[in-house]
Structure formats: structure tokens, C-alpha cells
């Protein structure tokens, strides 16, 4: 197994419940922004996306809000599931499709 | 079937060594990328390509060198490893330049003794 990611921030739920996770972004002018869930020992994996013309969007059990005033993004996940443990990265993409990633948050679900 | 494929898995080499990264999409996209993701899991873009042209390149040691043989590969050579090359390695691609998410390869995990 992996022994990497010991010190980034954990969010720890309980199976079933609703679970946030925020991420500030650096540049106003970052027009599109994703949301990745990367399982130990894989590569990244796209969860939602979300342009600058909105303010919300929602998918199957997840919601991405985006408040430009602070550039700030969130993931929201509702009924929290086991499968859901991972950690997970926002992404800024300022042109030319380069990706800026987050520093990732590890979400832990207990049952 | 495997949208984006990278070998080797696992790579364990010497210092000073040389070795290649080579990835491989079928889904048709027009842009492949590098990424590295260190110990702390911080993913940071390497280089980017659109139809084998170079796009992006990130301020990366000239000991790596991406190659492109056509639109469906994007190889990574590099040069004199060291051991801060240690790492994951992400191969990645997307159907077009700008606002398109990214789809990932597995990873190369290189560990350099």
C-alpha cells in the first residue's frame, strides 16, 4: 500500500450522512473547475465539473458550488457511502486546459 | 477496455539511470498531458501536448523529455534520474485544449534508489 498523504486534511463521516468539502482556488480569472476522487492507488477521476457562469451544479449524489467573491468551491455529497472514501481534489483550469490541483482532502466514511 | 494506459506500474531504478514512462489513450482525444504527483499527493502539470505539438511545459528539468509519436501516445524519457524524481506519474488526456475535463491513466509509481 501507499504511505503517502499522511498529512493532508481528513474529513471523517459516518455512512449516511451529507459530507462538505471546501477548496479555495488562487485565480479570479480560472474560468472552469473539477472536482477529482482519487482511490488508493489509482489515478484521478472525474467527479463534476462546473463553469464560471454558475453558481451551482449538481450531479448523481454530488453538488458543486462555486462562489466567485472568495473563489471558493465546494463538494457536497449526500448519503455518504464506504466506496466514497478517498481523497479528493478541486482543479482550476486557466487556459489552454492546464489544470491547477488542490492539495486534496481524504474523506474517511465509517460505517 | 482501458482509456488511458501506462507502463510500467512499478518502476524501480538507480540514480544516474535513464528510463521511459510510455502512455497510451484510445479514446480518441487530441491532448495528452504529464503530471507528477510527489509524496505529499500535490498533482502539478508537467507537459501538455495537442496533436503532438508541445503546449505546456511546466519548467521541468531538461532531463525529462515527453515524446509524441502520434496523437494517441505520450511517452516520458528521462535522463540522469535522481532520487527527488521519486514519485507517482500520471499520464492524462482530454478531448480538447481548454475546458475539457482530464481522463487519467493508472499512475507510475518510479522510485529511484
Known amino acids: 500500500g501507499e504511505s503517502v498523504g499522511l498529512h493532508l486534511p481528513t474529513l471523517s463521516v459516518q455512512e449516511g450522512d451529507n459530507s462538505i468539502i471546501n477548496c479555495a482556488y488562487s485565480n479570479s480569472a480560472s474560468d472552469y473547475f473539477i472536482w477529482y476522487k482519487q482511490e488508493s492507488g489509482k489515478g484521478p477521476q472525474f467527479i463534476i465539473d462546473?463553469?464560471?457562469?454558475?453558481d451551482k451544479r449538481q450531479g448523481q449524489r454530488v453538488t458543486v458550488l462555486l462562489n466567485k467573491t472568495v473563489k471558493h468551491l465546494s463538494l457536497q455529497i449526500a448519503a455518504t457511502q464506504p466506496g466514497d472514501s478517498a481523497v479528493y481534489f478541486c482543479a482550476e483550469s486557466r487556459g489552454y486546459n492546464k489544470l491547477i490541483f488542490g492539495a486534496g482532502t481524504r474523506l474517511a466514511v465509517h460505517p | 477496455d482501458t482509456a488511458v494506459s501506462q507502463t510500467p506500474k512499478y518502476l524501480v531504478t538507480q540514480m544516474g539511470n535513464d528510463k521511459s514512462i510510455k502512455c497510451e489513450q484510445n479514446?480518441?482525444?487530441?491532448?495528452m498531458y504529464w503530471y507528477k504527483q510527489d509524496s505529499k499527493k500535490f498533482l502539478k502539470i508537467m507537459f501538455s501536448?495537442?496533436?503532438?505539438?508541445?503546449?505546456i511545459n511546466e519548467t521541468v528539468p531538461n532531463r525529462f523529455s515527453p515524446k509524441s509519436p502520434d496523437k494517441a501516445h505520450l511517452n516520458l524519457h528521462i535522463n540522469s534520474l535522481e532520487l527527488g524524481d521519486s514519485a507517482v506519474y500520471f499520464c492524462?488526456?482530454?478531448?480538447?485544449?481548454?475546458?475539457?475535463?482530464?481522463?487519467f491513466g493508472p499512475g507510475t509509481r518510479l522510485l529511484v534508489l
Open positions: 492524462a488526456s482530454s478531448q480538447e485544449l481548454a475546458g475539457e475535463d482530464q481522463y
Open positions: 462546473i463553469r464560471s457562469n454558475m
Open positions: 479514446l480518441g482525444h487530441d491532448t
Open positions: 501536448y495537442n496533436n503532438k505539438e508541445l503546449i
